[in-house]
């Protein structure tokens, strides 16, 4: 956060918070740094530079602190390049920074195999690891390159750390409250890229809105990779923008400029870095590199270096040159000696409200060194609270004359030695005068059930989002809220009743407090249950206690697509002492895809409590419940996969247990959709066999995007309306379809493909056999455009090989998008009656072509051997 210093003050912090200087570097400021990256995993880059501790007092690993360099086997933490790093800095009595917890670029490749919960999971052990290595750390990038579609791996890492939720940015504020919890003294930055020209405003939003919703954030990033070609002025007033917008510190974090024209390159920081440096915001300088072809750059080319064969270019003469000017020691900054006095956050409980509403807020204040005397809080220009001890909390009425539109907090933070800190945040006020009640006017009590549908009156963006009380489906980022009383303090067990046609849904319950946004489950996922008629309870367990008295509980859509219309919230009574439970029993073990197993398992209740009625469970979706001995159920999933079951003993006292886990394996059974489809003949593109993802289909994601309703266990398979019929659309790379056929006239085939294309580039499929594990292309589609996606059109060709008479599997395969597959006929063009081909022969028989007469070896074409025709190729 920004502190408002006089100099003398400047001056007098400098002495309690800067290191003494082991070597002298180029800058001698004690106000801010001027630093550097690893060369090639090595701190000195030799070939006669300098050492790095005699030209730089900062450090940042160019990929060594990175999850995909330390944990690129699961499990297996490297930390020697960041030590190597680390120590060095340590060593020479200068700061270092940690380069970067979460990145959609470079985080280890196995996480992409994982759930969103298992993701989450194994996240938040790298923040654990990384923390039990580095217990204390002066500056750490939390988030890098987050802006938008910056990064591929972005929505993986957001769906990771719960989604967008109530802000847009929830994932990234629960990344720095990560941090936060394990590193308070750390200063906390984001960093980003095309920071200051090209990416200027959505980067400002980003971080602005971190800042409003209380994120423990003490500084923002610039990459300053893109400023070659820039203006003085623009540069200037860009930075303005950044910082009248934002008035955090901020941070120069990878500044080059790639040029193999040393006085062009020179030109360039001789304009720039005064402007950067000389900010008073600016907390120091990080240069990409200094080492001619061993930096990074956009070009590949690593130019950016100011060391070029041992020798300085002239960019860095003149960089030497400009530290030694009064203006380049004299420039003030934010953190004297790169310490974190104070942290100082505003957290108001919503950052929409409406007109009249009551509007809960903490100022989180925590000081290093000093003690706080005070804090003031504002809204606008209006002081609404002055606060002396801990914690600092407010409620402040939003008054009804208030204009709509974004208004300021402004925490002012007094100590004790009369210094002050400032944090700004904001909140929009809505235009509505709808207040936050409960739906009922009676507030839910837990243990209890809510109905999903009455989630908290008030204002759309305070109370819900894109949410129906008359409708129980789900869609992606939708959430709602409801005001509870707690009656019992502990941890919960929550029984939501979901209904779906197909798996890939996934919500998770929350708590948005005054201090951290509190996920009380992990993510749910959300498995079919038949239909979407048919509601089955989903049993999950909190990670979180409740304590008792009023809390506000959100329920968060991640991946909609599913319905969900009550949830019972259950004190957890565990009793392993007196309930015994045994490992479930599967018999069969392993079965196919609608086929039954005997699940079973034994329980017995010590003292005078009986068993009351055992649960059994498959991936969390309640399949049955007995009541007597012998305690078993008839199991028979109706899809291929790997099921964990589990039992949940309950007895006369109300108490439970929880067997251990049981997987069942369940293979695919491939069975025609309506039948065999007869070969000649047409293929309806959408009648794709039964079977399940992965073994008769496979689609990028579970979302039905074209909701044709055509049938009900494509799982996601994206089926349109169009040529009228039913045809498949939204088409991706590889997805691809399979086909339970039979050829009744063997021999050579051509093809008519009725499709559309309403895009400018070619889509296209291709037809295979597939025989076990082996897939043999057979022909290729080319898809050009028909001028429309209701505009289908026949594509022509012919198959590169003979189809054999019997039964057999075609598969379509999405080569390019933009094609919809309405149907492929198949036509017989020489019905050979040809039942194999060979080549060569495996021995020498005699052979006759097809007028009867013997024939030698040489001959190809189409033979009779042993009264079979061949074809001899």
Known sequence: MLKHYSFAGLLMLTALFMPQRANAQISENPYKFLGNITTSYQMDAGGGVPKFYQLWNQVTCENESKWASVEGSRGNFNWGGAD??????KNHNFTYKFHALVWGAQYPSWLEKLSAKERFSALTNWFDKAKAKYKTLPMIDVVNEAVGMHQQGNPMIKETLGGGGKTGYDWLIKAFEMAYERWPDAILIYNDYNSIRWD???YIDLVRALRDAGAPIDAYGNQAHELKGISKSELSNNLKKQQDNLKMPMFITEYDISSTDDADQKKYYQEQIPIMWEAPYCAGVTLWGYI??????????GYSGIYKNGVERPAMTWLKEYMQTDAAKNAVGPFPGTKKEASVYIRPAAQKVAKGDVLPIKVRARMATK?????????????????TEAPYITEYQVPS???????????????????????LSRVNVLSSTTKREPYNEIIPQLPGTINVTEYDKGASGVSYNSASRSNVATKNGQWMEYTVEVADSGLYTIDAEVASSKAGGLFHIAEYTLDNINYLTEYIEVPKTGGISVYKPLHTNMVMPLDKGRHVLTLMINTGGFYIKNLTFKLLNEDKTNIAVGTPTLKPATIFAGDSTTVAVTATSKNSATIEKIDFYSN??????????PYSITYSPADKGSYTITAIVTNSEGKTKTSAKKTLKVNGKRLPYKSTITIPGTIEAENFDKGGEGFTFHDKDANDEGNANYRNDNEGLDLVKGNNGTAIGYTSKDEWTEYSVNVTEPGEYSFEATCSNGSSSNGGFKISLVKGSTVTQIGTVKVTSTGGWDTYKVMKGTLTKNLAEGQQILRFTITDGNCNIDKVKFICTLNTGIESI???????VVTYNLKGQKVDDNYKGIVIINGKKVMRR
């Open 84 to 89: 190597n790093a680390f120590n060095y800095a």
């Open 371 to 387: 003690t706080i005397e005070k804090i003031e809080l504002y809204f606008g220009n209006d002081l609404i609270a002055t606060m």
């Open 200 to 202: 200027l405003d959505n």
């Open 292 to 301: 001619y072809g061993k930096t990074w750059t956009d070009d590949g080319k």
């Open 620 to 629: 969390d979706l309640l399949i049955g419940t007995v009541t007597e001995a």
């Open 838 to 844: 060979i080549t060569p022969e495996p021995k020498r």
């Open 401 to 423: 004359t208030t204009a709509a539109g974004w208004k300021t907090l402004k925490a002012v933070v007094t100590t004790t030695d009369s210094e002050t800190y400032e944090r």
